[in-house]
């Protein structure tokens, strides 16, 4: 018997490097992560600061960036710590995207060397947590259109709005939050108890339960000139960080579909149906079939998009043909499984109704995947169709 990606030999595509980075991290996932996450997921939280900790010692934040105490590592051993990690659970997957690709990454691409100094090092550690604030409750997959706004007032810039959606908000302790300005857009690093920040929690998620999710309120909130991100001027900006982290989800969710692959194909050799296994039945075996191939076909996309991504070359339209093929092949690959556990898969015993449910999430965020045809759609016409 072989595991489904044997089927392309994909190991044999990695270097001995790629190799060992992968199976430390899934070595951690199985000690610090699969123990948990049922407990996590039906509770609705996560120990985030022990975590982030965690995640800081094992190397997880900022993997893939240079300097500041950051591991240095590659886009695709980035990669396959998403992968690895969103094994387990999509929402620890988001906790490293979130803090490494959006929050690091904004800091590490855009902003002044007093500001990756004085935060980069500690959110690399896992000592600071950091989330991203881009969406509003009426600007999602438009932020062209968002109403935050930033007016200067001397040496100060003077915040007022509400984000919406944002990961990690109620834990943060650093916020990156985005603004319109008179001159365009602006980022701005908000720290955790600056008068006039809020950030509520928001509750009741049926997706990425294992996840932290909140509001960020802005009422009159000073922050001082030397906490504007100096590089940026416009929406190139945040959609620079989101390349990051849709990059990570191109692995990540792959991870998701191959952990309910793997339990489904041990499910089924397990359960007895009219008088054998449910793994000896001709349905069972195309189904099994059939998901083992596009799992190897996301799987081997993934690595080509690493590939360019390493060779420094990987433009968004590239980007989001991963996003969107990973998120779409990864649900259709979990709900299959779901069905083949039967009663049993309704249960959080059993990973795939849990990742089936996460990747809801996974599909809208870092850009649905109407976003990703329309952005696929412009390189393939160069006509805009977003509006
Ligand atoms: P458009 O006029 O096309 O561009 C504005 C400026 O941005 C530049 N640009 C990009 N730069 C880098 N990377 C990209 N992917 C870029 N796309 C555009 C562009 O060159 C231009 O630069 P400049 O300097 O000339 O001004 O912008 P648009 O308003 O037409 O919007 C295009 C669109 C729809 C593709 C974009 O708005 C979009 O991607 N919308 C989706 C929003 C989204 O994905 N939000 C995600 C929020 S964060 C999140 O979900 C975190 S989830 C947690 C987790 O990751 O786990
Ligand atoms: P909308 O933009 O209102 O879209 C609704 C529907 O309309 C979608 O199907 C969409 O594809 C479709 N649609 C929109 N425009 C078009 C069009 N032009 N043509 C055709 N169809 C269209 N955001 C952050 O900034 N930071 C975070 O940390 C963060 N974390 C998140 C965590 C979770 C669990 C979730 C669920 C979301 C998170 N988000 C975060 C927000 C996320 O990025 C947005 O939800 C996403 O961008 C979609 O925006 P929306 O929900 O407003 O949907």
């Known amino acids: 018997m072989i595991h489904p990606l044997e089927l ?35 509770q609705g939280t996560l120990p985030a600061k022990e975590l982030g900790l965690k995640f800081g010692e ?19 051993e980035y990669g396959l710590a998403c992968m690895e990690i969103e094994a387990v659970d999509s929402g ?18 855009w902003g002044s060397e007093e500001q ?13 947590i950091g ?41 943060a302790d650093v916020a990156v939050v985005w603004a319109r300005t008179d001159e365009g857009f602006a980022g701005f690093i908000v720290e955790k108890g600056t008068p006039g920040f809020t950030a509520p929690e928001i509750h009741r998620k049926l997706s990425l339960r294992a996840s932290i999710t909140g509001e960020i309120v802005l009422d009159n909130c000073r922050v001082p000139e030397e906490n504007r991100l100096p590089e940026v001027h416009s929406l190139r900006g945040p959609l620079t960080c989101l390349n990051e982290a849709r990059y990570g989800i191109i692995w990540g969710a792959i991870g998701s579909a191959r952990d309910a692959l793997e339990t489904t194909i041990d499910y089924v050799h397990e359960r007895q149906v009219f008088g054998k296994s449910l793994s000896a039945f001709q349905l069972t075996q195309a189904k099994l079939a059939d998901m083992a191939v596009e799992l190897n076909k996301s799987t081997l996309l993934a690595l080509q998009i690493g590939r360019i991504k390493d060779s420094g070359k990987a433009a968004p339209h590239q980007i989001s043909t991963g996003k969107l093929n990973s998120t779409r092949a990864a649900l259709d690959i979990v709900r299959q499984c779901r069905t083949m556990l039967g009663a049993s898969g309704v249960t959080l015993e059993y990973s795939p109704l849990r990742h089936a449910n996460n990747l809801e999430s996974v599909l809208t965020y870092e850009g649905t995947a109407e976003m990703h045809q329309l952005i696929i759609g412009k390189a393939l016409t160069d006509e805009e169709a977003f509006r």
């Not at 881009?134 to 003077?158: C, F, H, I, Q, Y």
């Open 8 to 42: 392309t030999n994909f190991d044999s595509l990695l270097s001995d490097d790629e190799q060992l980075l992968k199976n430390t991290v899934r070595d951690f996932a199985d000690r610090e992560l699969r123990p948990n996450i049922q407990d996590w997921f039906e």
């Open 116 to 128: 990756k100094q004085k935060y980069l090092p500690g959110m690399a550690k896992g000592e600071l």
């Open 131 to 171: 989330c991203f604030g881009l969406t509003e409750p009426d600007a999602g997959s438009d932020p062209a259109s968002m109403k935050t706004r930033a007016t200067r007032d001397g040496d100060e810039w003077v915040l007022n709005g509400a984000k919406m959606w944002i990961t990690n908000s109620p834990v």
């Open 92 to 109: 620890l997957r988001s906790f490293v995207s979130v803090q490494g690709s959006l929050a690091m990454y904004a800091i590490y691409r």
């Open 58 to 76: 094992l190397g997880a934040l900022g993997m893939h960036l240079e300097g500041y105490e950051c591991p240095g590592m590659s886009a695709v």
